[in-house]
């Protein structure tokens, strides 16, 4: 069973995640902030993270950029799941490591087609 990380500062958020993707059978491990989720990707083996842009201690910018500078982690498919929808942020997003975007509110649908077209089933 593949392993994802949400990265969202709204507990209602991660729950929707995990219930949208548990449901599609992925295991979920959860993190409230960017640096949350940097702990949790070196501890936990993961095979994709989703994450918020805009979160305390810690924003999704920095948090790609540094689960990138991890050599275990170079290679791992990052989502951006946010309200952003702004073409500047999507190109830093972009540069920074970011493999797709989706913007909030989104589909359970549309999620689960996402993960399974960067991850596999």
């Known amino acids: 069973m593949k392993t994802i990380l949400t990265v969202d500062d709204s507990p209602s958020i991660r729950q929707m995640v995990k219930l949208t993707l ?3 059978g992925y295991q979920i491990a959860e993190a409230a902030n960017g640096a949350e989720g940097l702990a949790k990707a070196k501890s936990t083996p993961i095979h994709m993270v989703i994450t918020d842009l805009n979160m305390p201690v810690m924003d999704g910018l920095t948090f790609i ?57």
Not at 79 to 88: A, I, K, N, P, W
């Open 65 to 121: 950029r540094e689960l990138r500078k991890l050599p275990t982690h170079r290679g791992i498919p990052i989502v951006f799941l946010t309200t952003e929808s702004d073409g500047d942020i999507k190109r830093q997003a972009k540069e920074a490591g970011a493999t797709a975007w989706i913007v909030k509110p989104f589909q359970q649908e549309q999620l689960v087609t996402v993960v399974r077209k960067v991850v596999g089933p």
């Open 22 to 24: 548990s449901a599609a």
